[in-house]
């Protein structure tokens, strides 16, 4: 039985957290065992934020050792670089076509931008570049390319996902045949989100994030930080409603997340010792990961190599497609 396929664009940011750990690439990377899963990393999409190439090259590094070191393994699935596909950018001009501008007015990240200018009393368009505008269309691009049966996403991708199936649709059904696969969001759901060193939700706007691949002692003073109430060593503790509590359920098994409880309620634990238990079972977990992301950030030429076999296998599946679309629109 053929397998579905997956799609997922990464899109080169700083430093991972926790919270992208939790929320977003261990459940992708999970999609491999059932999926022709397919990953990218979307550095065009960078383009219209950064135009500086040092960072731009690091930043991509930077992604594509931690996808690596959380275990995506590039044997097992596709994993290469959208600047490396250049039929994405030859479906994009396609789907221009296809697309209305009103249509784009509506995307969410423009509109935020253009209330924010005018919140400002600037220029509406001020440090609106064509790229920005025109978002949704690369990446329905990105997805339409590769017949995507599902995109696993964030709630914050899912108005894009929208318009990618609107698009897809529209040149459909002017052709009266199913040329583009119309995909499936896959939204990731609220109970994912991890909680933060504050309480709020882990967030790099919040700056209340711990960052994956924090050495040992960092991490452990990172952990000190995390906002508890009050109570006496002596006092009885509610694990529930403990930032501390909440963040230890993610690394521990039942088990051991049912020995802490009883501690909690038991009296007699101070919360330095909770976090401490806390700082062990997270250092354990992220250890080998950090281990291997350490490795593979100072081997810059293997990480090439991946992306560089992946982006060719990437391109032989996107050049039939784009020989298929073209011919049935007449070129
Ligand atoms: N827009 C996505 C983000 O900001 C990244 C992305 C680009 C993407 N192209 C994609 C995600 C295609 C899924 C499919 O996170």
């Known amino acids: 039985m053929n ?5 997922t664009g990464i899109k080169p940011t700083g430093t991972p957290h926790i919270g992208n750990y939790f929320g977003a690439i261990k459940p992708a990377i999970k999609l491999t065992k059932d999926y022709d899963a397919r990953y990218f990393i979307a550095d065009y999409h960078a383009l219209n934020s950064t135009k500086d190439p040092k960072k731009i090259k690091k930043m991509t590094y930077e992604v594509a050792a931690t996808w690596l070191a959380c275990g995506l393994e590039p044997d097992k ?8 596909v250049a039929e994405t950018f030859e479906l994009s001009t396609i789907l221009l076509a296809f697309t209305a501008k009103g249509l784009m007015n509506r995307a969410h990240a423009y509109k935020a931008l253009v209330q924010k200018n005018s919140d400002l009393k600037r220029d509406i368009d001020d440090g609106v570049n064509m790229g920005l505008f025109t978002y ?7 997805i339409l390319l ?3 049966d599902v995109v696993p996403v964030g709630k914050d991708q899912a108005q894009h996902l929208e318009m990618t199936i609107d698009i897809a649709q529209s040149l ?3 052709y009266n045949k199913d040329i583009l696969t119309i995909p499936k969001p896959l939204i990731r759901k609220k109970t994912q989100n991890v909680t933060g060193l504050d309480g709020r939700k882990m967030s790099k706007s919040y700056n209340n994030t711990i960052p994956l691949f924090l050495p040992p002692k960092k991490l452990r003073k990172l952990i000190m930080k995390i906002v508890t109430n009050s109570q006496s060593i002596e006092e009885v503790k509610s694990p529930d409603d403990c930032n501390v509590f909440k963040l ?3 690394f521990a098994s ?7 409880r009883e501690k909690y309620l038991a009296g007699g634990m101070g919360w330095g010792h909770a976090k401490q238990e806390l700082f062990e079972i997270m250092n354990e977990t992220v250890e080998p990961m950090r281990e ?11 990480i090439d190599d991946i992306l560089e076999t992946g982006s060719n296998k990437a391109r032989e599946i996107a050049a039939k497609k784009m020989e298929y679309i073209k011919k049935n629109l007449g070129f």
Do not use: T, W
Request: net charge positive.
């Open 3 to 7: 397998k579905g396929i997956s799609l």
């Open 77 to 84: 699935a596709l994993v290469y670089k959208q600047s490396q």
């Open 136 to 142: 949704p269309v690369l990446m329905a691009a990105d």
């Open 146 to 148: 590769f017949d995507s």
């Open 172 to 174: 459909n059904h002017i």
């Open 248 to 250: 230890y359920k993610l």
């Open 254 to 260: 039942e088990q051991q997340q049912e020995k802490l």
């Open 292 to 302: 291997k992301y350490n490795i593979l950030i100072e081997n810059k030429k293997y």
